[in-house]
């Protein structure tokens, strides 16, 4: 049976993070027509234990032709799939694909920035960005930030990835959340009121994150602050500082904000405050795109 | 009895902290004749538990008059000292003693710094601080490092705390080290050789310290740095932002670095890699100097 043929006739595309992983069914038009999410992230997955979690999705979603992209293809995935470095394009990602089983399930490469001062890395953000770019969902040439657990700065010119940063403000607001000093007085709700929008300012010049935290429980304490802002002030903070290393990549870029609802509304409002407007894409759409746009070069 | 007299006669000091505490009986001559260290910090103490507490002390030490400081005067603690607003020297600081047993038994106030733009509070480091200036230990004027779970950086203007700033520099490597991306990478010893050094430098200079963070794991992916040297590299990278934050208070000050010397050691080398000397001085003799300077004030 001729393999390329079978991707014309649809295919599934997975998603596959560290905590879980999301498949959506795709139809020889592109159209989704079923998906599901569960937490078999790839960390849940033992030692060898990947055919097997591959052919659970296929007798789920029905036994097509598979891309994935995310984790899956890290060293501690199912195959190593080995970064690309940057530029990096749709037709650069497509040459690198990892076939696990050839014609028929493949992994879409991370990419990798290296110069003589600093390293980065991604992997999933590229299969979106790229692929949205080759979708024509967002500019050829654009500044995409891609919040998260690591928020990626991503600089698009020409269609290529020429460079990008990652900022771990996810992770350490999580962090904060969870185990530090201002435990206590993170467990609201964010709101994108002034507390916010301060925080933001504060983050977008201090430059110095380590020691604005401790000044947000000094100031409840004081009583210089409310106690019900400093949810909101903290993630603001951080997402200023975050700002502040993302808009200095490339100063003058269009912006496209891309992810989930909840964090791209976050720094829009951010990038507002900062005098910038961001365009807000849906990450799922901007995947469900990227995949397609690589799928459909894959024959 | 005159309890005027019992202070002169020798005292109990304890630095009662969060998560540990420490005891030292001193005779009448100020010197340190037995002294113990247990995990009963305030947090392990139960709601009207404290005289219990410090009863036990007197049981191990002797029937002495008790100067405590750091969190006991916290509103978790025993009874909430008020903080003192800097200015604060000796004279302000014992003016504001809280005795929890009048005449016997008394509480060193915390500092707390407040501006239009930012709040901070120290609780156990001003004994230490405002109590060697005191015991001439270290200079009139002079900006102390003070090292720990939050770095203090403290000028000292005229033998008085005129302002000070907090860095989570201890706290955010330990969150680093237990839970983040980075854990494995952070589970060696911390050298201070070259790639310490070149964390400092970085860290002096970068102003990212979120973005950094995963560089360092991204560097060690993609084989640009050693993974032995990640711990050791970001160890510095942490102090450099320190440093950072502290040398803009007090450009041309005098530098103590004052605590723990595995912690001292540290910031001393980082300041050489900053073109600074830093005088250490061991944090459990600036206490003893200080809570002495203070008991001999209180007559």
């Known amino acids: 049976m001729d393999q390329s043929m079978r991707w014309a006739e649809g295919f599934i595309a997975v998603d596959w993070g560290t905590t879980n992983r999301r498949a959506y069914l795709l139809d020889a038009k592109g159209k989704c027509t079923d ?29 097509l032709p598979l891309l994935m992209a995310g984790m899956i293809g890290s060293n501690r995935g199912w195959i190593e799939a080995p970064y690309v470095h940057c530029p990096a394009g749709l037709d650069d990602l497509i040459g690198k694909l990892v076939w696990a089983e050839q014609g028929r399930t493949a992994i879409v490469p991370g990419v990798a920035y290296l110069s003589d001062d600093r390293a980065d890395v991604m992997r999933g953000e590229e299969a979106q960005i790229v692929g949205a770019v080759g979708a024509e969902l967002i500019p050829q040439d654009c500044l995409v930030c891609h919040p998260g657990t690591h928020n990626k700065w991503v600089h698009v010119d020409d269609g290529r990835i020429v460079t990008f940063r990652t900022v771990m403000t996810g992770e350490l607001f999580s962090l904060l959340k969870k185990h530090s000093i201002l435990s206590d007085l993170l467990s609201t709700e964010i709101e994108r009121e002034e507390a916010f929008r301060a925080g933001i300012r504060h983050g977008l010049t201090s430059g110095s994150v380590t020691s604005d935290l401790f000044s947000v429980r000094a100031s409840v304490l004081l009583g210089r602050s409310r106690r019900d802002d400093a949810m909101s002030f903290t993630s603001g903070l951080l997402i200023g500082a975050d700002l502040r290393v993302g808009l200095a990549i490339a100063a003058d870029a269009e912006i496209v904000v891309m992810g989930r609802p909840e964090l791209t509304r976050l720094y829009v409002t951010g990038l507002d405050e900062a005098g910038r407007f961001g365009r807000e894409v849906d990450g799922d759409t901007a995947f469900l795109n990227g995949i397609r746009a690589i799928a459909e070069r894959i024959t």
Not at 39 to 59: D, N
């Open 35 to 63: 998906e599901f999410e569960d937490g078999k992230g790839i960390l849940s997955v033992e030692q060898g234990g990947f055919p097997e979690a591959v052919a659970e999705i296929r007798t789920r979603l029905g036994d």
